[in-house]
T-cell receptor, first 107, second 115 residues
Framework: GENVEQHPSTLSVQEGDSAVIKCTYSDSASNYFPWYKQELGKGPQLIIDIRSNVGEKKDQRIAVTLNKTAKHFSLHITETQPEDSAVYFCAANQFYFGTGTSLTVIP | EPEVTQTPSHQVTQMGQEVILRCVPISNHLYFYWYRQILGQKVEFLVSFYNNEISEKSEIFDDQFSVERPDGSNFTLKIRSTKLEDSAMYFC?????????????FGDGTRLSIL
């Protein structure tokens, strides 16, 4: 089955700085890569996704890049704000989640 | 915006007892899922359900587990003879499209505590 690894496990940034979270996957047939934000006591919330036919996708301050050859994809958050603080999960093909990154944005 | 709702928010059950977790998916969604998240760990896929049958399941989803859509709105996860290690958050999700990689919408989960 698919194996998704995610780094770093924790990340602290100053407000206004950028944050980058990276994931790798093992199954070259995987073709859908969503990113979720999970706030305390809540379920995962889809924030952006990318399919294997594109290399990059942006939505305001959030962007995701995909390198199919290397089998890795990354989440980029620019101009971070305190409300971006949460746990972020990457996933491959809907079902296979990474281990999560706890992001703290320091005001 | 439509939401996936889960009840109860917290369920405490004695080991060995049966428990039923309930979910109301978004009304026009056709695919339904259960996941579990042990405290501090990643979200793990349990099962997907479409057209009144299981379409995919993980190794975790053994004979102890079952799912059902008893009516047009509810989607349930039953755990028979619960064990201590079943303690976790259980999330229900739904999507309009299926395993062909459509966005999933998650509920806020049921915290299951086995004593």
């Amino acid at each position: 089955g698919e194996n998704v690894e995610q780094h770093p496990s924790t990340l602290s940034v100053q407000e206004g700085d950028s944050a980058v979270i990276k994931c790798t996957y093992s199954d070259s047939a995987s073709n859908y890569f969503p990113w979720y934000k999970q706030e305390l006591g809540k379920g995962p919330q889809l924030i952006i996704d990318i399919r294997s036919n594109v290399g990059e996708k942006k939505d305001q301050r959030i962007a995701v890049t995909l390198n199919k050859t290397a089998k890795h994809f990354s989440l980029h958050i620019t101009e971070t704000q305190p409300e971006d603080s949460a746990v972020y999960f990457c996933a491959a093909n809907q079902f296979y989640f990474g281990t999560g990154t706890s992001l703290t944005v320091i005001p | 915006e439509p939401e996936v709702t889960q009840t109860p928010s917290h369920q405490v059950t004695q080991m060995g007892q049966e428990v039923i977790l309930r979910c109301v998916p978004i009304s026009n969604h056709l695919y339904f899922y259960w996941y579990r998240q042990i405290l501090g760990q990643k979200v793990e896929f349990l099962v997907s359900f479409y057209n009144n049958e299981i379409s995919e399941k993980s190794e975790i989803f053994d004979d102890q587990f079952s799912v059902e859509r008893p009516d047009g709105s509810n989607f349930t996860l039953k755990i028979r003879s619960t064990k201590l290690e079943d303690s976790a958050m259980y999330f229900c999700a739904s999507s309009f499209g299926g395993i062909a990689n459509q966005p999933q919408h998650f509920g806020d989960g049921t915290r299951l505590s086995i004593l």
